[in-house]
């Protein structure tokens, strides 16, 4: 998954307004870091976004 992917389902999901600041302040119980901690330490854009399926209701066809 590209990282630009990643975003526009997590904006598709959030909104516009509120994916950025959840990206920084929710941490993935999965990760144990928020989505923008993951990445900067390097982990794979589509285990950030399986993290992200586990606490935030995703269509299935977003999955």
């Known amino acids: 998954m590209r990282r630009s992917d990643f975003w526009e389902r997590l904006t598709a999901v959030l909104g516009d307004d509120y994916a950025p600041s959840w990206s920084r302040d929710v941490v993935l119980p999965a990760l144990g870091a928020t989505v923008e901690e993951?990445?900067?330490?390097?982990e794979e854009t589509v285990t950030v976004w399986r993290a992200v399926c586990e606490v935030v209701e995703v269509p299935s066809f977003l999955r």
Request: net charge neutral; aromatic share 20%.
């Open 38 to 42: 993951a990445f900067e330490r390097g």
